[in-house]
């Protein structure tokens, strides 16, 4: 694939709130003439998870068909070719459309297009314009540089620069007006990458349209499942973390506009885990934390049920996973490796499964080493995932000798970050 091939922004769009719209099923064909044979899996995202719906190998001509389910989904998916790059694609509704690869001489120099589909165009075709407008300014500037004002190439670039301030500026205006979801996720991208509503723009005057988009117009339930989420909230989070102020108000604002409650445990979720990398803990309580179903870091933590014992966890790992889950199955094979480290810290290693299939969940257990782990077959509504408010997996909790709660991960490695 080419230099920025590895992450393609060519997005399927469908819905984060998919069965009230009435959608049916999606059909996606691939058809990659270069990747023949290639084993692929193709996921979708919610928030830091990756939900895998197909995987196996396109055929001899390079095809698949990948089918999204009965309700259809709103968001992003992501092709995956594993060493040889991945495909995110949007996803909205749109029953049936075709991913093609329109020119390569190999896998490495891959380009792909769309048919039938308005939302992964409207992606491309506005990022190519991005491209063309950021890629004539810089000459320009440049060509000012070099010249002086009163001459002919200075004045000649000065007008040009002026035309394409005007074009760039319509370009964002259709871009805030446009309905469709793919919209919404160029706003994410242009947050991200740090661009304004204006081809020039001070970095003051950038930074303060980047706040009023988080606080005000970006919505966080298409920042979930557009594979954004752990990207964006991070650089959100990190750039308050000089103003301890700034970092207590702004996620209290925004999650007072939400008003999903599982939306709001899993930012909650995910500020906690921000907080925690930034030993900023204690600043949790102010941001309204304490009215969600889930333990505080500082704050006691809740009881445990673990099969017919009741327990007030202390010195604990507990590790919440889904066998049906990659990025659950990674951190299982991490705790299994490191499993004599914890316990000879004395911390006794604790996993609890959101199950609901016994014989997965007996396959699962077999490789799993410590004494401790337990399922009630009842999925994200059993117990001790309401109690300790996950909504999301893999989530690790640690615990202190005291019962209090020091940390809430979604990766084992974080544990050993400063």
């Known amino acids: 694939m080419k230099k920025n091939a590895k992450r393609l922004l060519y997005l399927i769009t469908a ?74 694609v949007i996803i909205n509704g749109e029953k049936e459309f075709s991913i093609v690869n329109i020119s390569a001489t190999d896998d490495r120099q891959a380009e792909f297009g769309y048919e039938n589909s308005p939302e992964n165009r409207f992606v491309v075709e506005r990022a190519k314009q991005q491209t063309d407008i950021f890629g004539k300014n810089n000459v320009l500037a440049y060509i000012q540089q070099i010249y002086k004002p009163d001459e002919p190439f200075y004045q000649a670039a000065r007008t040009e620069r002026s035309r394409l301030e005007n074009q760039y500026s319509r370009l964002q205006e259709q871009l805030h007006a446009s309905p469709l979801y793919a919209a919404r996720l160029c706003e994410i991208f242009d947050y991200l990458n740090h661009r304004g509503s204006k081809l020039t723009m001070s970095d003051s005057e950038i930074q303060q349209e980047r706040k009023n988009f988080v606080l005000n117009r970006l919505d966080f339930g298409v920042l979930y499942v557009s594979g954004q989420w752990e990207k964006t909230t991070a650089e959100w989070i990190g750039s308050l973390t000089g103003n301890d102020s700034l970092l207590v108000a702004e996620p209290r604002q925004v999650l007072e506009r939400i008003s999903d409650r599982d939306l709001k445990i899993n930012l909650t979720n995910r500020i906690m885990q921000l907080f925690a990398k930034y030993a900023k803990e204690n600043l949790l309580p102010q941001i309204g934390v304490e009215n969600l179903l ?8 809740p009881e445990l049920i673990l099969g017919d014992e009741t327990w007030q966890p202390k010195n604990a790992l507990i590790l919440f996973y889904d066998s049906d889950c990659g990025n659950c199955r990674n951190e299982l094979n991490q705790l299994i490796e490191k499993c004599n480290l914890f316990e000879s810290n004395n911390l006794r290693v604790i996993s609890i499964a959101a199950d609901t299939d016994k014989n997965l969940f007996a396959e699962t257990a077999q490789a799993i080493v410590w004494k401790d782990n337990y399922c009630d077959f009842k999925g994200f509504d059993g117990k001790n995932f309401v109690n300790y408010g996950v909504v999301g997996t893999p989530t690790i909790i640690l615990i202190d000798k005291d019962g209090i709660v020091r940390g809430r991960y979604a990766q084992i490695k974080e544990l050993f970050k400063n």
């Open 15 to 88: 819905g984060w709130f998919a069965a009230s719209l009435g959608i049916s099923g999606q059909t996606i064909h691939i058809s990659f003439p270069t990747y023949a044979g290639k084993e692929y899996a193709f996921y979708l995202w919610q928030g830091l998870k990756k939900d895998t719906v197909s995987s196996g190998a396109l055929n001899k001509k390079g095809e698949t068909q990948i089918e999204i389910g009965e309700n259809g989904f709103r968001g992003v998916g992501t092709l995956d070719f594993g060493k040889s790059g991945a495909l995110d």
């Open 294 to 301: 889930m333990p505080v870091l500082g704050q006691p933590a």
